[in-house]
């Protein structure tokens, strides 16, 4: 049970092992503009695959009695997007598991790469969770520490942490599968992630530059941070941390071939690379040569 991006390499892991499979993910995405649908990553992968795909509510009955006539002995659940009820919990004959990216009780809920990063942690991981009726309250299975690096954002730690969650399940594969690993209540202090809301994105320069650059790393690319440049929306995909400059918040200081530079309440952020408005991704070098920004000129 997946449906974005992050959980097609764990559908190619049980593919690889061989394993009889029956794949449920989020129904096709509407887009406005001509009304074409567009399917999951994983419905996509799962088709290339010639599995059994099912798009469904994992809440209504159709989709009970149809994991329930497979019979399943393991879920495993990987940003699915939806609460599984709990007597569709109870049907796999050893564990429903779902792979969590935090070192539980910590982080639980939907953002926990997100909220890591926009916290400025240098450590986090994952954990492979036995799901039970709570959100995210399961015992735990397996779990695995991960650095985060300063220069980490949702991008890079996503990435570092599917390869790390997929190294744990090989290497005890067996033992899941056999069941004769033991779980463990989840213990430690507890915390909660929260939904992203279209305000959370927006930059405010009468921050400090270590939380905004935290923000730049917590959403970069997708759904994206962004302030405004010349009354057109721009979007901030990736930065640096320069605490030791200081100016009028959302200034820009300095412009330079690769980058430019603007201030916050403390300190100042290196802009490296930028989405303008219906534009594509580019460096900060090749948005500077087409817009030709300057010193004085005001973002936000």
């Not at 049970?1 to 794949?23: N, Q, R, T, W, Y």
């Not at 930059?203 to 959403?219: C, H, P, T």
Request: net charge neutral; proline share 6%; charged share 25%.
């Amino acid at each position: 049970m997946g449906s974005p991006d992050i959980s097609v390499p764990f559908l190619d892991f049980l593919h690889e092992k061989s394993c009889e499979l029956a794949v449920f993910t989020q129904k096709d995405k509407v887009r406005s503009r001509g009304k074409k649908t567009f399917p999951t990553a994983v419905s996509k992968r799962a088709e290339q695959l010639g599995l059994p795909v099912y798009k469904l509510s994992v809440k209504s009955e159709e989709a009970f009695n149809i994991i329930n006539s497979f019979k399943p002995d393991i879920f495993l659940v990987v940003a699915y997007g939806q609460i599984i009820p709990s007597q569709t919990l109870d049907i796999p004959g050893l564990y429903p598991l779902n792979v969590h990216f935090s070192l539980l009780p910590e982080y639980r809920g939907a953002t926990p790469v997100n909220t890591a990063l926009l916290e400025g942690k240098t450590v986090t991981g994952t954990t492979i969770m036995i799901m039970d009726k709570g959100l995210d309250t399961g015992n735990i299975l397996l779990s695995e520490k991960c650095d985060i690096d300063p220069s980490d954002n949702a991008t890079t730690l996503f990435q570092k942490l599917v390869s790390l969650s997929l190294n744990v399940l090989a290497e005890n594969w067996t033992a899941i599968c056999d069941g004769t690993l033991e779980s463990k209540p989840q213990s430690g202090e507890i915390s909660h992630t929260k939904l992203i809301k279209k305000n959370d994105l927006i930059i405010d320069f009468n921050r400090n530059s270590e939380s905004v650059n935290n923000q730049i790393r917590a959403y970069n690319f997708e759904p994206g941070t962004k302030t405004f440049f010349r009354n057109k929306t721009l979007f901030i995909e990736q930065a640096e941390n320069i605490p030791d400059i200081n100016g009028h918040p959302g200034e820009i200081l300095s412009v330079d071939k690769r980058s430019f530079t603007v201030a916050c309440k403390e300190g100042a952020i290196k802009i490296l690379s930028v989405k303008p408005e219906s534009g594509k991704s580019m460096s900060s070098g090749a948005f500077i040569n087409g817009h030709k920004p300057f010193p004085g000129e005001k973002l936000g």
